[in-house]
């Protein structure tokens, strides 16, 4: 297994406009987490999914954000409009049930000019 | 509350030097802990968990319930070393682990 994949790794763009990000978990995982890292609030979990469904969205920032997971095998995060606080690198961690164990994909990072 | 303390925000030691990066955590039952490295630009990735009680790259670390801390440890530093690490916290009662917020490692050569 090749592991999380996220896409992109990188991603510059303007104010005000819709970023996705995306999420391959592990096969076989059931659980999915979105993290968010900057320098000054450290990993903060956005939102988290069991068997694809929300169980907790209380880490979202506001309503700009959102996040899907329509299969098992795949998730998205969606910021729109994007705003140059949003600039953080983005983790998805799956994981099989409920773990401490996480896998870690290799990050999204989003700067927003 | 559930939380993980990591006091310092960074550790500089020499190579050759111990290390010891520190973790105090308040919780009233029995915790499972996690130590998680992230190497410069690269995924996060778990190190060690105090249940199986083993030895990664070098690295050890101890629950201590009486001083409520998860000390890592590694007797001799190596430059490869350097890198971000965080403490967590599975409660068990919560899908979630509570994270420290990092100690950023540098190993001088």
């Known amino acids: 297994d090749a592991g999380v994949i996220q896409s992109p790794r990188h991603e510059v763009t303007e104010m005000g406009q819709e970023v996705t990000l995306r999420c391959k978990p592990i096969s076989g995982h059931n659980s999915l987490f979105w993290y968010r890292q900057t320098m000054m609030r450290g990993l903060e979990l956005l939102i988290y999914?069991?068997?694809?469904?929300?169980?907790?969205d209380s880490g979202m920032p506001e309503d700009r954000f959102s996040a899907k997971m329509p299969n098992a095998s795949f998730s998205t995060l969606k910021i729109q409009p994007s705003e140059p606080r949003d600039s953080a690198v983005y983790f998805c961690?799956?994981?099989?049930?409920?773990?401490?164990?996480?896998?870690f994909g290799e990050g999204s990072r989003l700067t927003v000019l | 509350a559930q939380r993980v303390t990591q006091p310092e925000k960074l550790l500089s030691v020499f190579k050759g030097a111990p290390v010891e990066l520190k973790c105090n955590y308040s919780y009233s039952g029995s915790p499972e802990l996690f130590w998680y490295v992230q190497y410069s630009r690269q995924r996060l990735q778990l190190l060690l968990r105090h249940i199986s009680r083993e030895s990664i790259k070098g690295f050890t670390a101890d629950l201590n319930k009486g001083e409520t801390s998860f000390h890592l440890k590694k007797p001799f530093a190596q430059e490869e070393d350097s890198a971000m690490y965080y403490c967590a916290l599975d409660d068990d009662s919560n899908y979630q682990l509570i994270w420290g917020a990092g100690t950023k490692l540098i190993i001088k050569p």
């Open positions: 961690a799956s994981s099989f049930e409920v773990s401490g164990e996480l896998f």
């Open positions: 999914f069991n068997n694809n469904v929300p169980i907790d």
